[in-house]
């Protein structure tokens, strides 16, 4: 907050966030010394925006009841830039605790000229996503995600107690190295001192998050993304299998997300690695991709793929009525 005028317009967030602050505090938290804040309170009354002070021992700077700020400045374009973002945000989940994105879209509806705020409340009503709504998922604390993101930007270890799916509560330190959101989690990654490797966390199974003053160093070349799908497409399933597709790489990744296997190059084209909990979806996911493929196991996973063809042959089969 070096610029003056930043530190002005930090004043005024800082009257309005509190109903009284003292000349001191107001200098200390701007850096400044008292005959500047009363600079600073002189030019907030000279824009027209009511800054009382009152003198005597418990006297000290506010905003005079009833006072409001005027009419957010944003352009149609930024408008509707923060509108959809904030709606596309309530579609895919991404909103950390649950009330906040439909309290931020109804504050700024609220302060946008008429006219506009009418326009964008058109286009929101008749909006319609090609996108599947996910099932709701559980949200993590805004607290918890915005002190991961500190620590990861810090390179700053934490403390934190995570409660795992069984219920079972472990208290741990982690190197945070990246945050994700997929599929409507959020997750963080990175090491974890108790266990001593790299490990995936849903930010939603966090509780208390303390940031400590030890710090870390990122892998190089370590990407979050990358390791969280990965993780996840190793969670156990009851059957681990292996294919060969007679595909290139890189059209098994276009049609393959990290999520769902893993994917290498071997003779003859492509391994994929997976979990699956029920073959016969396995089958389906298989015939759909279109290319000749080699199971290599589970020995099961044959039976439901040649399953899954006689049922497509007797439906091939059928004739109209």
Known sequence: MSHPAARVLGMLELLQSHHRLTGAELA????????????????????????????????????RPGYKLPPLMLTDDEAVAVLLGLVAAERLGLGTEEPATATAL????????????????????????????????PRPA????????????????????????????TRRELDPYGLVF?????????????RGEVRTFRLDRIG???????????????????????????????HDV?????ADLAAARRRLPPSV???????????????????????????????PFTVVR????????????RGLAAWAARVPG
């Open 242 to 246: 292996e294919v060969l597709l007679e």
């Open 28 to 63: 200390r938290r701007l850096g400044v010394d008292g005959r500047t804040v009363r600079r600073y309170a002189a030019t907030l009354a000279e824009l027209g925006i009511p800054v009382a002070a009152e003198r005597g021992r418990h006297g000290g700077y506010r905003l």
């Open 106 to 137: 109804a504050k700024i509806r609220r302060v946008l000229p008429p006219t506009l705020s009418d326009r964008l409340a058109a286009v929101q009503e008749h909006l319609g996503f090609t996108l599947r709504r996910s099932a709701p998922q």
């Open 182 to 194: 997929h599929s409507g989690r959020w997750y963080v990654t990175g090491h974890d001192h108790l």
């Open 298 to 309: 589970p020995e099961a996973l044959r039976a439901e793929v040649a399953a899954h063809a």
């Open 142 to 169: 805004t607290g918890t995600l915005l002190t991961l993101g500190a620590a990861a930007r810090h390179r700053r270890r934490v403390r934190l107690e995570h409660r795992s799916s069984s219920g079972t509560v």
């Open 208 to 238: 208390e998050v303390l940031p400590g003053e030890e710090t870390f160093t990122v892998p190089q070349g370590f990407d979050p993304v990358a390791q969280v799908t990965r993780s996840l497409a190793r969670v156990p399933y009851a």
């Open 261 to 291: 296997a893993e994917l290498s190059t071997t003779d003859g084209g492509v391994l994929l690695r997976a979990r699956a909990e029920n073959l016969a979806g396995m089958a389906q996911l298989l015939a759909g991709l279109g290319w």
